[in-house]
């Protein structure tokens, strides 16, 4: 069975140094559908800010107990750390401006 057929609206990634393009080869498991609703631009930059949120969140081992900082936690990367340390059983403080910080308690 194929998952994918022609037109389908995917995104993905390949294992070697590469770039956003609009047309190009991958593996058939490195492809996950855009999400409906989701423009293409917002869509394209997920796989960027989750993978930057999960590296940082990962590079200070969180246990559950654990506090931790976020800046920026209403932003893309920030508030992606925010839910991932959440999910380790962290403690987390969010630090955004005074213009973000509804949206950032929103995603706690």
Known sequence: MTRWAV??????????????AEL????????VA???GVPWEVA???????TTAYAAVRAVSLTPGDTVVVSGAAGGVGSLSVQLAVAAG???IG??????????RRRT
Do not use: K, Y
């Open 24 to 31: 190009v080869v991958a593996e058939a498991d490195n492809l």
């Open 34 to 36: 855009r999400p409906g």
């Open 44 to 50: 394209g930059s997920l796989f960027v800010a989750g």
């Open 95 to 104: 630090l955004a401006s005074s213009h973000h910080c509804r949206a950032a």
């Open 90 to 92: 962290a403690t987390v």
């Open 7 to 20: 037109g389908d609206e995917v995104l993905g990634w390949v294992d070697t140094r590469g770039s956003h």
